[in-house]
C-alpha cells in the first residue's frame, strides 16, 4: 500500500494552546480513513494542516508527496474538500456555483460543463441544478460540495463532518455515495464526531483526544484491543453471581456488573450458548440475554476512561 | 530554510474579478447606491446647465463649468461625486472578505488551487472595474447631457482635462474601496465593518474640516508679534486637513477644472507680481499642480490594499 498523506510529528499552538499534538498518520491510497473524535479535538485542524491552509508549529505533512505549504496549486488540485457546513454563494444556481469552482481549477468550459453535469446527476441534483441555492436544504448542500469534489476528480477527499446536522436518510445517502466514491479509488479522509454512524465506512480510523491521536487502526482490531472482544452480551439474570460463574469460561474477556440482576459479557465471538449453559449450572434463572457488535462508542469511551485512570495513577 | 511558494499567487486572478464584478452589477444594494448617485449628479449637472445659459459669459472653459456649477440648492457635481463616491466605493468593498466567511464560502474557495493573493486582489480589482465602469458611464452621461443642451461641443484641452478628473475621481474611488477592503479584512462582522467605514468616510469628509484647525490652532498657536507663525499655522493645518482623500480629491477638482488656478496653497503678494490674474495655466501646468495630490492619493490606495493583504495572509481560514 503506497500512503498517499503522510504526517510526522504534526503540531499546531494556539499560543498556549496546543490543538494538534505531534500527529503521525499514514493513509494510503484508496482507504477510507476516519478521524474520529468529540468537537474541539483537533480534527479540523488537522485537516486544515494537511490542505496548507493552515501553518503547522511544528513537523511536516506530505500530500501526494508533495509539501502543501510549498506547492500548494499542486496538493489542491489533487485534493478535494468538503468543509465542515458548506456555504455556497445563494443567490447563484447550483449549476453556477460549481462553474465558478471549475474556472478557478482551470477547466475549459466545455469540459467543465459536461463534468459538472456528471457530477450533479451522481448527487442527484440535476432536477434542482438551475434553481438558487439559497432555496437549498442541508442535505442538498452537502450534496453539492460533495459533486464539487467530484467534477474536481481529486484522487483525495477530505471530508470535514459531512453528515453533520443530516437526518437519518440523508446521512446513509451521503454515506452510501462516499462508499460508492471509495469504491472508485479515491482516497477518502473524513472527520465525524459521530462514531458509530461512520465505523461502517471506515476501513482505519483515527480516535482523536485533545490533539492526540489515542487510537489507529480497523475498527474490528480497536474493539478487540481496548475491549477484548468484539461482542457484548447484556445478560439479566437471578440468583447466580455471574462472574464468578463464568470464570475461565472460554472466549470471554471480561464481565462487568449493571445492576442486581444485569451484567455485560465482552466476548470475541457469540457466547450466549455458554453463558446460558453456565447460569443454568449455577442454579440461576435466566431472564433475558442479547447480543450485539462493540461500537466505536464504546471503544472510544472505555479507551479514555482507561487512560484518565492511568493519569490519576500516575 | 526556502520559503519559495511554487506556482503563480495570480492563478485565478480574472476569475474571482470577473466574478466579484458580475455579483456587483447584478446585486440590488449595488443598483440602489448607484440609481441614488446617477440621479443626484445627473440633477445636479442639469441644474448646471440652467445657470451656465442663464448667465453666458465670456468663459473660455464653458464646458468645464457642467461639472463645478452648483445652483442653490444644490451642489455642484464634483462636489456629489466627492461626496457620494466613497459611499459607492464602501458598498462594493466593506464585506468583500468577511462576507465569504459569513457566508461559508471561504475554505471551499481557498481549497481550489489558488493562492490567497489571488481572491484578495481579485476582489479589489472586481470593485475598481465596477468603479470605473460606472465613473466612465457617468462622465459620459455628462459630457453628453452637455453637449446636447447647451450645444457646445468641449474643446480638444476640456476633453483632457476631463479625462484627467476621471482618472483622479478613479483614484479617489479606489482608496475608499481600499478602506473598505480593510475593514473588511479587520473585521469579522459585515455590518461592523460598513459602520467603521461609514465612520471613516464621515469623519474625514465633513468633520476634517473642523478637526484639522483645532489639531493646528493647539500644536502652533498664532503669536500675534510674529506673523510667521500664522503662515506656519495654515500650512500645518493644510498639511493635516490633506490627510483626508476628501481634500486632496478636492484640491485635484479644483487644479484641473478650473483652469486659472494657480495654487493650492498660500500665494504671497510678491509672488503674484507680474502674473496675470485669472488667465488660464495650460494643462500641462494644471496637472502639475495636482500631481502630488494624485501621487499621494494612489500612495495612500497602495498601503491600504497592503494593510489588507497582510492581514489577510495571516488570517486564519476556519470557515
Known amino acids: ?314 | 530554510m526556502p520559503r519559495q511558494r511554487e506556482g503563480s499567487p495570480f492563478t485565478g486572478l480574472s476569475t474571482i474579478a470577473l466574478k466579484e464584478a458580475a455579483d456587483h452589477m447584478t446585486s440590488a444594494r449595488i443598483h440602489l447606491v448607484l440609481l441614488l448617485m446617477f440621479l443626484t449628479a445627473v440633477g445636479a449637472v442639469y441644474a448646471a446647465i440652467g445657470q451656465i445659459t442663464a448667465t453666458v459669459g465670456e468663459d473660455q472653459f464653458l464646458f468645464l463649468r457642467l461639472f463645478t456649477t452648483a445652483r442653490d440648492p444644490l451642489p455642484s457635481f464634483v462636489a456629489f461625486l466627492g461626496f457620494l463616491l466613497p459611499l459607492v466605493a464602501i458598498a462594493l468593498g466593506f464585506d468583500a472578505i468577511n462576507g465569504e466567511y459569513s457566508r461559508r464560502t471561504m475554505s471551499r474557495v481557498l481549497a481550489q488551487p489558488i493562492y490567497r493573493d489571488a481572491l484578495l486582489t481579485g476582489k479589489f480589482l472586481g470593485g475598481l472595474i465596477v468603479l470605473a465602469l460606472c465613473l466612465l458611464t457617468l462622465w459620459l452621461l455628462v459630457s453628453g447631457m452637455g453637449i446636447l443642451l447647451t450645444g457646445l461641443p468641449p474643446s480638444g484641452e476640456e476633453v483632457l482635462r476631463g479625462l484627467a478628473f476621471l482618472l483622479a475621481s478613479f483614484a479617489y474611488a479606489g482608496v475608499w474601496l481600499a478602506v473598505a477592503l480593510v475593514c473588511s479584512t479587520l473585521f469579522r462582522s459585515p455590518a461592523t465593518s460598513a459602520l467603521a467605514a461609514l465612520t471613516l468616510w464621515l469623519i474625514l469628509t465633513v468633520f476634517w474640516g473642523m478637526i484639522a484647525p483645532l489639531i493646528a490652532g493647539a500644536l502652533i498657536p498664532v503669536d500675534p508679534l510674529d506673523p510667521m507663525t500664522q503662515v506656519n499655522q495654515f500650512e500645518l493645518q493644510q498639511a493635516i486637513a490633506r490627510i483626508s482623500p476628501n481634500v486632496l480629491y478636492g484640491e485635484m477638482t479644483l487644479g484641473l477644472l478650473n483652469p486659472a488656478t494657480r495654487t493650492l496653497g498660500l500665494v504671497f503678494a510678491n509672488q503674484l507680481q507680474n502674473a496675470l490674474i485669472g488667465a488660464p495655466l495650460p494643462v500641462s501646468e494644471s496637472l502639475m499642480l495636482i500631481w502630488p495630490q494624485l501621487c499621494g492619493m494612489i500612495a495612500a490606495l497602495i498601503v491600504l490594499f497592503t494593510v489588507a493583504y497582510v492581514s489577510f495572509q495571516r488570517q486564519e481560514i476556519r470557515a
Open chain 1, 1 to 314: 500500500m503506497t500512503s498517499v498523506i503522510e504526517t510526522r510529528g504534526l503540531t499546531k499552538r494556539y499560543g498556549r494552546f496546543v490543538a494538534v499534538d505531534h500527529i503521525d498518520l499514514e493513509i494510503g491510497k484508496g482507504e477510507v480513513f476516519g478521524l474520529l473524535g468529540p468537537n474541539g479535538s483537533g480534527k479540523t485542524t488537522t485537516i486544515l494542516l494537511l490542505l496548507g491552509l493552515t501553518e503547522p508549529s511544528e513537523g511536516s505533512v506530505r500530500v501526494n508527496g508533495l509539501d502543501p505549504l510549498r506547492q500548494p496549486l499542486a496538493v489542491k488540485s489533487s485534493v478535494g474538500y468538503l468543509p465542515d457546513q458548506v456555504g455556497f454563494y445563494d443567490n447563484l444556481s447550483a449549476r453556477e456555483n460549481l462553474a465558478y469552482s471549475a474556472r478557478l481549477m482551470g477547466l475549459e468550459s466545455a469540459e467543465a460543463a459536461k463534468r459538472i453535469g456528471d457530477a450533479l446527476a451522481r448527487v442527484r441534483l440535476e432536477d434542482v441544478a438551475d434553481k438558487r441555492v439559497g432555496a437549498y436544504s442541508r442535505g442538498m448542500r452537502q450534496r453539492l460540495g460533495l459533486a464539487e469534489v467530484i467534477m474536481k476528480r481529486a484522487e483525495i477527499a477530505i471530508l470535514d463532518e459531512p453528515t453533520g446536522g443530516l437526518d437519518p436518510q440523508s446521512t446513509q445517502e451521503l454515506l452510501d455515495l462516499i462508499e460508492t466514491l471509495a469504491g472508485e479509488g479515491m482516497t477518502i479522509v473524513l472527520s465525524s464526531h459521530l462514531l458509530a454512524m461512520v465505523q461502517t465506512v471506515c476501513h482505519r480510523v483515527a480516535l482523536f483526544n485533545r490533539g492526540k491521536i489515542g487510537l489507529v487502526g480497523k475498527v474490528s482490531d480497536l474493539t478487540a484491543n481496548v475491549l477484548g472482544g468484539t461482542h457484548v452480551v447484556e445478560v439479566e439474570a437471578e440468583g447466580v453471581d455471574l462472574a464468578a460463574a463464568l470464570t475461565k469460561a472460554p472466549h470471554i474477556t471480561g464481565v462487568e456488573k449493571r445492576g442486581d440482576t444485569s451484567w455485560r459479557v465482552d466476548a470475541d465471538s457469540d457466547v450466549r450458548p455458554e453463558i446460558a449453559r453456565r447460569v443454568v449450572e449455577a442454579g440461576g434463572q435466566l431472564r433475558n440475554m442479547s447480543l450485539r457488535h462493540t461500537t466505536l462508542d464504546e471503544v472510544y469511551v472505555r479507551f479514555f476512561e482507561q487512560e484518565a485512570k492511568h493519569a490519576q495513577a500516575a
